[in-house]
């Protein structure tokens, strides 16, 4: 009988011992299922929280760059200039970083020959448009003359900019004066038929990009010319004094060089303001 008691008591602790185990099987796949979800969650919040820093980050570096260029104005870069781009500089330092870009200013040169204006449309040349009130701040074409002139079929042209073209020694001037820095084209002419109309104001620059300075040309009649100057603005007053300037011929200084010369009618900006 005790042989009989002895082995029902060993399968009775043998099963108890499965179900035991199989209990604690099943409390370590729990353990470890909560674990890994545990762990999911945490790595949920974590990229939650990464995702969010990434964004605020974002949103304050938008706010940096909404404050720095404030608006209704664009970002203007002004490239240092100096004696080794083998220009003459006049130091003036440089304009604002920002420049507005909507409405339009009046610019007006007071000459020797009458009052020349012109409408500078500043959404489309905000940065030149910026330079030239700048520079009228500055007086830096005050007491200046325009110290070339172009002639010919297609291409009628009066050029001036040059701080340097001052007095009776202008005509001895080589024309590559400046300010202290060069910018950026802008607004160069989509019309491959006639890109520079008559009353145009155009930039001139060296034919390299970023090279635009103070120096421009007005053109008395339709010019054609590669679409590579900034058109700045558009005569409305006094486009009638640039034709007979340029009708008058000139003396042929520049025609082994740039071509044209000195203009034998000369014009002399007495005052330039920007408004």
Known sequence: MSSIKDRQRAAARARLEKEMAERAASARKRRQRQ???????????????????????????????????????????????????????????????????????????????????????????????????????????????????????SFKVLQCGDPFATGKGYRDTDGTGGPSYTMAEENLPTDTNNPYPAGSIAMANTGAAGSTGSQFFICSEDTQLSANYTLLGTITTGLDIVKEVVKAGDDGAFDSSAGGGHPKKELDIKTMTVS
Do not use: M, Q
């Open 35 to 153: 674990a890994i979800i545990g762990s999911a969650i945490a790595v949920v919040v974590i990229a939650g929280a990464a995702v969010w820093i990434v964004s605020a980050l974002k949103k304050d570096d938008k706010k940096t760059t909404a404050s720095s260029t404030p608006a209704g104005t664009v970002s203007c870069t002004w490239t240092p200039a100096d004696d080794s781009s083998g220009g003459k500089i006049k130091d003036v330092g440089t304009p604002a970083a920002n420049a507005p870009n909507t409405g339009t200013s009046t610019l007006t040169f007071d000459t020797n020959l009458g009052k020349i204006s012109a409408t500078i449309d500043l959404s489309k040349a905000p940065c030149t448009g910026a330079s030239f009130k700048y520079l009228a701040e500055k007086k830096f074409l005050d007491n200046t003359k325009c110290h070339r002139l172009v002639n010919e079929d």
